[in-house]
């Protein structure tokens, strides 16, 4: 099939219409690109070359997209498995990539940023504006005393001054390390204690739907006696609160930016200089702090955001609607792009804010030509309906992306008809914050689509499936591994070789990546991404672990035990739902649970509040003591029970299976 003849205009008004639409579409198989796609750049030679030569084609890659202040010799150095390195004696910097090379070649007045405000702000931001502000942004930072090497925080909303803040990093050799703006600031202390930084930049409050919340007070009062933490840079953000100020500690950003000198020349830097730590969930409470190094990881972004979204930085407008505190704004909102020399929509507020068609509204007065989201965010637009983006003319979009969770036929059906108007082809990437950049994905317009399949490794990429016991498994239901190293892969855990060694590369080997995903292999060589085999929750394509929660939820004095687990959910993809102990004879009441989920939000972030809590007097242990997530998740998807004869006392889960029989 390689059109579907669906016209933008043609079942959006009309539900009834869309449904039949879509249900016809649910047979086909396969998406061939379609004829009306025109294709920019072309793919076959590098499909062929990696092939031929993974290496070989990396190096070539390397040259032809990156500026090097000394040319590297070396590419992959292979020698201390899992400790590779890539170009290691090659030199540059990466803000010059993103920023002086484009302004160099007369593409200063560009715009890098058409950024967009919650109450519809508009800045425009060019390549130049974002070169003067770093250069002065490194310089204030070096007069603070950071030096290369050294870690700063940044804990932002989605504003210019975040994507300055990276790049400032990355002129002086600084590190940096991005917190999400939705945790909290608690999260932000644990994350800025682990990394020792010296320098946090923050704002003083931060706009949702139409409040104001304070962040520089909130940030003070659980960061204020960090010992390492020397200076508090806070930027005047777009809803101006103010904030409290401690002399000698804290400054202005507009006031830094000021008096700093207007030059800074980019620092030459080695190829595997620390670029930037990015804290992610993995099985334990403590988050990992993922490491990657500069010119490998800029290659990785580069290549792929041009080679999947078929990126042409004359004429594309790109927007990603992730948040830059993820890695997929890292990759993609700000290093991929900019390195590239696109411009970009970068947008602060919610997608339901002022109204539920904002998006839609932003791809036609900016006229995107690439959009990039997750399917959780695509299934809540199915959900309003599809007269929000019916009110808009897409017509201007020509590539669709999705990444963070496997996304379900329906929902990418959806976003083919009601969004790409059936003509746009869309790019189903797989990756991780620690492969850096995209590996599984499909390459806009060459790669025919499968709905719910990420479909072909990326060129220079080899991804295989492996058995429990490590035998290959070339067509069927396997452990997803990576063979052979990749330029962009992280290059250990911030301070913690020993755990970097245990998580990925122990199971099968010093030089086989194990990802923490299952995956399905069909008969066409099409990877199908079927989730987490570890304990860690995927709620609204962001990882959270189980373990984290649940120490969270413990933390409370009220709670005795708990054990978290995630629940199928139509919205979110997953939901956490926590199974709670009550300590002595308290028992669960209504007031106990909106007091726990505060709770879990103030430790955490609001994305890690348990949808569900159910109150169970014990909680199903095997003999040795460990808690069945198994048997609570057949509990809380309502599922016959599996396999119960290693429990302790199976009466335990008669208890709570008649407990949620009636609570639901
Ligand atoms: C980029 C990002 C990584 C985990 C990954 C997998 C899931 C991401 C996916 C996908 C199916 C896709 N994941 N993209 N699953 N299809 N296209 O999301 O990084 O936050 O580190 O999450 O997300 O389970 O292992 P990160």
Known sequence: MTDTGVSVSTGLENVADLEATLESLLSVERFDPSAAFTRRLPMDADRAAAEADPNAFWARKAEELLTWHTPFTQVLDDSNPPFYTWFADGMLNLSENCL?????????????????????????????????????????????????????????????????????????????????????????????????????????????????????????????????????????????????????????????????????????????????????????????????????????????????????????????????????????????????????????????????DIWWRLIEEYKVTVFYTAPTAIRTCIKWGARYPGRHDLSSLRVLGTVGEPINPKAWLWYHVVIGGGRCPIVDTWWQTETGSALISPLAGVTSTKPGSATLPLPGISPALLSEDGEPVTEGTGILVITKPWPSMLRTLYKDDERFVKTYFSRFGPSTYVVGDAARLDADGYFWIIGRIDDVINVSGHRLSTAEVESAIVAHEAVAEAAVVAQYDEQTGQAIVAFVTLAGDRSGDEATEAELREHVARRIGKLARPRRIIWADDLPKTRSGKIMRRLLRDIAEGRELGDVTTLRDPAVMAALTAKVGTAR
């Open 100 to 356: 002086d090379r484009h302004v160099a070649a007369g593409r200063g007045e560009r715009v890098a940023f058409h950024w967009h405000g919650e109450e519809g702000e508009r800045r425009t931001v060019t390549y130049a504006d974002l070169l003067a502000d770093t250069q002065r942004l490194a310089n204030g930072l070096r007069s603070l005393g950071v030096r290369a090497g050294d870690v700063v925080g940044i804990f932002l909303p989605m504003i210019p001054e975040v994507a300055v803040a990276m790049l400032a990093c990355a002129r002086i050799g600084a590190v940096h390390n991005v917190v999400f703006g939705g945790f909290a600031p608690s999260a932000v202390r644990e994350r800025m204690e682990v990394s020792d930084a010296k320098v946090l930049i923050t704002v003083d409050g931060a706009r949702r739907k139409g409040r104001t919340a304070p962040v520089k007070a909130a940030v003070d009062a659980e960061l204020g006696d960090l010992p390492a933490l020397g200076h508090i840079v806070v930027v005047s953000g777009p809803g101006g609160t103010g904030a409290p100020m401690t002399a000698g500690r804290d400054v202005w950003y507009h006031e830094l930016l000021a008096t700093a000198a207007p030059d800074c020349p980019p620092e030459p830097l080695s190829a595997e200089h620390p670029l930037f730590i990015l804290y992610s969930s993995g099985s334990t409470a403590k988050p990992k702090g993922i490491l990657h190094t500069t010119a490998g990881y800029l290659l990785g972004a580069t290549y792929t955001h041009r080679a999947v979204f078929d990126i042409d930085p004359d004429t594309d407008v790109y927007w990603c609607s992730a948040d830059v505190g993820w890695i997929t704004g890292h990759s993609y909102i700000v290093y991929g792009p900019l390195s590239n020399g696109v411009t970009s929509v970068m947008y602060e507020g919610a997608p339901d804010y002022p109204d539920y």
